[in-house]
């Protein structure tokens, strides 16, 4: 019976609160009318090369992205890195504070829908002055007054104006879940491109000190030539040079993978000095084959960059609404009872009670254009978000446009990189057969040894780009957070779905539906 008459209340509230909202009620910018992300039609495959990771990748339109998208590369310690970065990466526990504290200022907010309740109690010690009245019936000056009082003050919702705010800030949130999603793929797509590029230089580390060991080699044997006197000292000379080439071009590869070795550190949440265990070579990965390209129209939905840009375009408008309410007449009621007496005991007594009741309508006259300008600020702001999501989507078609060309660049250059060095090698074994006949000079040869590991290093640089920009086109089609559901969101704020189509839908559903966030702070604060 109780919760019966406690829900009547609560309906009755809300129908009070239920007023007019001025101001634009939001609505989601349609997808842009574009049916590719190239002028010219994608090719389905690109190049393959006959190397490891030269396979041909083909394009599959309208392909999902599973959530942990780096596991398609199929490393077990790429896995675990990217894991433990989610785990202990300080900037990605800042982005779910973030949300947490717009969760909480949007309750805040919500509760300006109810009364402000006061109870307040006031003893005090007085004595009269001779010259006036006194201020008690039996004359006496000097006296002890306790005063409890209850007082309330509601100012309703009339033209919107909180209602805006609670709209504004929900989209808010919106906007730091998202940027709190951005997070999450930014961080993911940084731990897999950083191993990449670790196991790329450490495979250029390898190429190196195998051309090294072999110039080496040709070193030794050219010295005893030398001392046989079956060559000249020249040579020599000019094979050390080489070798001392080869052996500068290391420091600066053991350099990048020692600074690789700290940025994975660093996005694990560790301290250089704490790198973590695991090791990435390229023959450790496997190249995905099957690459998704999303239709354009779903793009700025699996953005959370450009989701992020729309909530901010969201909270622009409500703001608009907000400096409306705000020019118009602002009504509060008040109200107040309690009871006075000269003694503790007789606080409650009967005659000791007083209350009352009072209204205010107040309307600005004259503010020398405060309220005004501040109205074409929040149309301005409109402005400047509405450009911003713009940019952004604009920015998210560039960046699916740049991987899928430099997917297709990577494999016609991996493919001529690999002939080239097939080429390269069969011209060394050519000119160090004929140097051992004595048909060609040293220099000759020296020519072909350089041409030779540039080929090296240029293969292993073009398999690498590959891995690198596979990764970058995950990134760029957002990641497929939509399909995640882990404890990342759950320790965020549980009470925001994680799944895609609730991601999807604009807060401007939820806010502009009634009085939706009145509903929700009865609920919290009754326990229905």
């Known amino acids: 019976m109780v919760q019966k008459r406690i829900g009547c209340l609560s309906l009755s509230l809300a129908a009070l609160l239920a007023g007019c909202a001025v101001g634009p009620d939001f609505a989601p910018p349609p997808a842009p009318e574009v049916k590719g992300y190239t002028p010219e039609p994608l090719a389905a495959k690109t190049a393959a090369a006959a190397v490891p990771g030269g396979a041909a990748q083909s394009f599959v339109a309208g ?3 599973p959530g942990q998208w780096w596991t398609l590369f199929h490393s077990e310690a790429l896995n675990g890195l ?54 008690l019936n039996s004359g006496q000056p000097i006296f002890s007054l306790y005063t409890a009082q209850l007082a309330v003050s509601y100012t309703p919702d009339v033209f919107g104006a909180n209602k805006r705010a609670v709209e504004s800030l929900l989209a ?62 020249a040579d020599v000379a000019a094979q050390q040079a080489t070798l001392a080439q080869i052996q500068a071009t290391l420091p600066p590869l053991q350099k990048q993978l020692a600074i690789q070795r700290d940025l994975l550190s660093a996005l694990t949440g560790r301290f250089p000095s704490q790198e973590p ?16 390209v999303s239709l354009p129209s779903k793009l700025v939905e699996q953005r959370p960059d450009v989701q992020a ?61 405060t309220l005004l300008h501040k109205r074409r600020a929040a149309d301005a702001a409109l402005d400047q978000a509405a450009a911003q999501y713009r940019s952004a989507v ?36 050519i000119q160090r057969s004929q140097l051992r006949l004595g048909a060609i000079s040293y220099l000759s040869l020296l020519t072909a040894e350089q041409a030779y590991q540039q080929a090296i290093i240029n293969r292993v640089q073009a398999q690498t780009n590959r891995y690198a920009d596979t990764a970058a086109l995950f990134q760029a089609l ?7 559901n882990d404890s990342v969101m759950k320790s965020a704020d549980a009470t925001i779905p994680s799944d895609h189509a609730a991601a999807a839908m604009p807060v401007a559903e939820a806010s502009n539906n ?15």
């Open 82 to 135: 990217v894991e433990q970065a989610l785990k202990a990466n300080p900037s990605l526990q800042a982005a779910q504070a973030a949300l947490r504290q717009a969760m909480e200022n949007v309750y805040a907010q919500e509760g300006f829908y109810f009364p402000t309740i006061q109870a307040s109690a006031s003893p005090s010690r007085q004595q009269n002055t001779n010259t006036l009245a006194p201020t």
């Open 277 to 292: 265990a695991e090791r990435f070579e390229l023959s450790g990965l496997q190249l995905p084959l099957e690459l998704p």
């Open 394 to 429: 604009i920015s998210a078609f560039q960046n699916v446009a740049d991987s899928l060309r430099a997917l297709q660049f990577d494999a016609d250059a991996l493919k001529a990189n690999a002939a080239a060095e097939r080429a390269a090698a069969d011209s060394l074994d």
């Open 478 to 484: 957002g990641g497929g957070w939509w399909n995640r």
């Open 172 to 233: 808010q949130a919106d906007a730091q879940r998202f940027q709190l999603e951005a997070t999450y793929l930014t961080l993911s797509s940084n731990v897999v491109a950083a191993a990449l590029q670790e196991a790329g230089l450490r495979a250029q580390i390898a190429a190196t000190q195998e051309v090294i060991k072999i110039e080496s080699e040709q070193l030794a044997i050219l010295q005893r030539q030398y001392g046989l006197g079956s060559i000249s000292m």
């Open 63 to 65: 392909m999902d992205i």
């Open 309 to 369: 840009a729309e909530a901010n375009m969201h909270s622009a408008s409500a703001e608009i609404g907000v400096a409306i309410a705000n020019e118009l007449p602002q009504l509060t009621l008040t109200a107040s009872a309690g009871s006075t007496a000269t003694k503790l005991a007789n606080l409650f007594a009967s005659g000791t009670g007083f209350w009352i009741l009072a209204g205010n309508v107040a309307q600005t006259v004259f503010d020398g254009g």
């Open 514 to 528: 009634g009085d939706r966030g009145f509903f929700s702070v009865v609920s919290r604060t009754l326990g229905f």
